[in-house]
């Protein structure tokens, strides 16, 4: 049984609780608060929003348990999380809302509150799994030997045969309602201290459904000071808790089982006996119980604990519960089977008994039928001889017959040839006939092939008319609509035409002004070449001048200086090589009349060999 089935057997209980009028439908103010508590005590995010939306005040009327399930499922069974609530919580919740209307305790051997909510909570966790929640009287007798075991008394059959004999309970099984009042009753704790049957119950309400499988006090040898303290230890399927004291109020530490865990009975020393201890991946826990019987019960209980860990069941009851339904499912199957066998039995001996009253019919019969056999058999003789005389004078009259008979015989076989040849001939023009008519049968097939090909013929002629007309008409329009792209082309060549001609004329006067500006260029060239030759000039000019002829120095020497200048001539390589890199290109050329006279003054400082002063 999962969280979820758990969680919603309570919450059954809360819903009905909610049912006055026991109609199965709730009011929606009723199912808001009891969902807003669900949100609370599940440790769940409200949603405010999905439960409005969901119960909205403009449906009709209140919700049935069917109408509430999706929204429980959806919004609060769906986000619950194992390990961030309390069980307990939940359960005193519903307890609480279904106590008020149906728990009415009468008579002096009244439980507990506490006591008749563990009853409730133990009867859940026993209940089948089917609604209305019943228990079936071997889980009310298995829990009750609990009690008993707890109190150490023995259970009192005969009160529970009483209850469980009434009609209602052997039809049903027990309901929780009943099974209260029958411990209110006092008929099974009869001379037993309320306080001793609230501690029984305490004890297994935590065994079942706390999942405890042993508490009880242990010494335990301390890991640093190596003292031994005595501690209250509680076993479950994980986990291994001791507290100070057996009020559980301030636990000391925790031990995790696993499949690695292992458990060793220890020899008597340090002046502890009943020894054993608990090892860990990384911790050895040394352990000392009162007496060798609490020693065997913790190691087997601690063994448990680990093989329910290993095996993945969180529960060792709701192992033990599913295995006790398997039993009573099987015994069930083998108490059907040997009810089976004994109807089959019964019928088998009926059956048996019917034939031999048969038999005995059979055997008077068959006496009356050997005194008619007799009877008969004389009869038959006397018949028989009867029959032997006629059949001699009539096997005379055959033989005679026999005679004129072969005689027939020959001529009806003359007869029988001549009719046989008749036949062969038939035959041979039933066979001329029949393939005349197939091939007539044939000729009509293929003139009907014919007509129906040349109906298809003809409407496939028509179907290409169609389309012939339709790509007529698509034609002419076709036609049509190039004329107009024809006269709308002839409309932008001319257009192009007028645009192309004005690009010509642009082009003429653009290269009038080349021709002009390439006029310029060459006088320019002219100009320069004239400029550098004087500027060269008076260069040599200035040398002479800055350079005077001193007193004993000869003059071949300044005419050296001037013989060695050279000015360059038109054939001179390097002037040319000049001249050309300083003619302008063709977008130089375009430019020449932005640039200026700057242009040409700046050649001239360029071609020169130095620069003006």
């Known amino acids: 049984m999962d969280l979820r089935s758990e969680l919603l057997k309570s919450i059954w209980y809360a819903f009905t609780a909610l049912d006055v009028e026991k109609s199965g439908k709730v009011s929606k103010s009723q199912l808001k608060v009891l969902s807003h ?41 769906d986000k619950v999380v194992e390990g961030t609530f309390v069980k307990e919580n939940v359960d005193e919740l519903c307890w609480t809302l279904t106590a008020k209307k149906n728990y009415r305790p009468e008579g002096k051997c009244v439980l507990p509150g506490k006591d008749a909510f563990r009853l409730w909570c133990l009867f859940i966790f026993l209940s089948e799994d089917r609604y209305p929640l019943v ?13 008993c075991m707890a109190m150490s008394v023995e259970l009192n059959c005969v009160e529970l045969e009483d209850f469980i004999s009434q009609d209602t309970v052997q039809q049903n099984g027990f309901t929780v309602w009943a099974f209260l009042e029958m411990m209110n009753s006092g008929k099974l704790t009869r001379g037993i201290a309320k306080e001793t049957v609230s501690m029984a119950i305490e004890e297994v309400y935590r065994e079942i459904v706390g999942d405890v499988l042993k508490e009880g006090y242990l010494w335990k040898k301390g890991q640093l000071r190596r003292n031994w303290i005595e501690r209250w230890f509680t076993l479950r399927p994980s986990t291994l808790i001791y507290f100070t004291s057996e009020d559980r109020k301030d636990r000391k530490g925790n031990i995790q089982l696993d499949g690695n865990c292992c458990v060793e009975v220890l020899p008597d020393r340090d002046g502890k006996r009943c020894m054993f201890c608990l090892k860990t991946l990384t911790k050895t826990y040394e352990l000392s119980a009162s007496d060798t019987k609490q020693r065997q019960e913790w190691t087997t209980a601690i063994q448990t604990a680990i093989r329910l860990h290993v095996e993945g069941k969180a529960s060792l009851h709701k192992d033990l519960k599913l295995k006790r339904r398997e039993q009573r499912e099987q015994r069930e199957k083998r108490r059907e089977a040997k009810e089976q066998e004994l109807q089959r039995l019964r019928a088998l001996q009926e059956e048996r008994e019917r034939k031999m009253a048969e038999l005995e019919l059979l055997k008077e019969a068959q006496r009356q039928a050997q005194a008619l056999l007799e009877q008969d058999e004389l009869r038959r003789r006397q018949q028989h001889e009867q029959l032997q005389q006629t059949l001699e004078i009539q096997l005379k009259e055959a033989e005679e017959a026999r005679a004129s008979m072969q005689a027939e015989m020959a001529l009806k076989e003359a007869e029988a040839e001549r009719q046989r040849t008749r036949i062969k001939e038939l035959e041979a023009m039933q066979q001329r006939l029949e393939e005349a008519l197939q091939q007539e049968i044939k000729a009509r097939q293929d003139e009907e092939a ?34 107009r792209e024809k006269q709308e082309l002839r409309q932008e060549m001319e257009s192009k035409s007028r645009s192309l001609e004005e690009a010509q004329r642009q082009l003429e006067e653009v290269r009038a002004n080349r021709h002009r500006v390439d006029q310029d260029v060459v006088a320019a060239q002219r100009k320069l070449r004239q400029a550098s030759t004087n500027v060269k000039h008076w260069n040599v000019q200035m040398n002479r001048l800055m350079h005077p002829i001193g007193p004993g120095e000869k003059r071949s020497s300044v005419g050296g200086s001037f013989s060695s200048f050279r000015i360059p001539s038109q054939k001179d390589p390097g002037l040319r090589l000049r001249q050309k890199s300083d003619e302008p290109d063709e977008e130089s050329k375009e430019n020449m009349e932005s640039r200026g006279g700057c242009e040409s003054d700046r050649r001239l400082s360029t071609n020169g060999d130095m620069e003006i002063p």
Do not use: W
């Open 37 to 77: 508590n669900l949100y609370t005590v599940l440790c769940i995010p409200h949603d405010p929003a999905a439960l409005e939306e969901h119960f909205r005040d403009d449906d009709d009327g209140p919700v049935s348990s069917q109408g509430y399930m999706p929204y429980l499922n959806k919004y609060i069974l």
């Open 450 to 483: 014919f007509r129906y090909a040349q109906a298809r013929l003809l409407a496939e002629e028509e179907e290409k008319m169609k389309a012939l007309m339709s790509l007529r008409e698509e034609q002419e329009e076709y036609i049509q609509r190039a004329q």
């Open 135 to 147: 228990m079936i009287p071997d889980e009310v007798e298995y829990l009750l030997k609990k009690f």
